[in-house]
C-alpha cells in the first residue's frame, strides 16, 4: 500500500521518519540540526566547474578578506562577510572540507580548526599569505585562527573559522 502525503507537511529527506513528517519548516529544521549534524552528503544537482573559474573565485575571496582586514584597533575581533558566488564553485573550492550539509536550510559548513588552520585554508585557496594584509612601514593586519595555550588571548577567543554558503 502507498504512503499518502500531506502536502502540508515537511518531511525529512534524509531519515525513514518521512511517514509522519513536521507541522512547519523550523520543525524539519530542528529535526536536521538535532539528528543529522554531521550529513555532509552532497546533492546530486552539483556540476563540475572550470579551473580558471575556481581559481578567479579564490583571488576574489582572498581580495575580500584582505579588504576587511583594517588597521586599526578598533577593528580587532570575529569579522564575517559573505561573497556572491554559484554552489558548484563553493563546493568545488571546499569539497573535501565541507563538514555539513543540510538539504532543508540549503546550506553547507566548512570549519577549520586547531594551529594548522591557517596553513589549510591557505593551501585550499592556494596563497600561503591569503590571511595577511601589509599596510607598509612594518603594519600588518592578519587573520588570527588560532589561540595559543599559553594563554595569550589578547585578540579574542576565536579559534575556528566557519565558511558557509546559503543558496537561494
Not at 59 to 88: M, P, W
Not at 128 to 143: H, I, M, T
Request: some cysteine; charged content about 25%.
Amino acid at each position: 500500500m502507498p504512503i499518502v502525503r500531506d502536502p502540508a507537511r515537511f518531511y525529512c529527506s534524509i531519515c525513514t521518519r518521512r511517514t509522519k513528517g513536521f507541522k512547519s519548516h523550523s520543525g524539519l529544521q530542528r529535526h536536521e540540526t538535532l539528528k543529522h549534524s554531521s550529513y555532509n552528503k552532497l546533492p546530486s544537482h552539483i556540476q563540475p566547474v572550470a579551473d580558471s573559474e575556481l581559481l578567479h573565485l579564490k583571488k576574489a575571496i582572498i581580495k575580500e578578506l584582505q579588504k576587511r582586514l583594517k588597521n586599526n584597533y578598533t577593528a580587532v575581533g570575529e569579522q564575517a562577510f559573505s561573497l556572491h558566488c554559484s554552489e558548484d564553485a563553493f563546493v568545488g573550492i571546499f569539497k573535501e572540507h565541507i563538514t555539513r550539509y543540510s538539504p532543508c536550510g540549503s546550506f553547507y559548513f566548512c570549519s577549520f580548526t586547531g594551529e594548522d588552520a591557517f596553513d589549510k585554508i591557505g593551501q585550499i585557496l592556494d596563497d600561503e599569505k591569503w590571511g595577511e594584509r601589509n599596510y607598509g612601514q612594518g603594519q600588518l593586519s592578519f587573520v588570527r585562527l588560532h589561540v595559543p595555550e599559553n594563554g595569550d588571548n589578547s585578540y579574542g577567543k576565536k579559534t575556528k573559522m566557519k565558511l558557509s554558503i546559503n543558496r537561494k
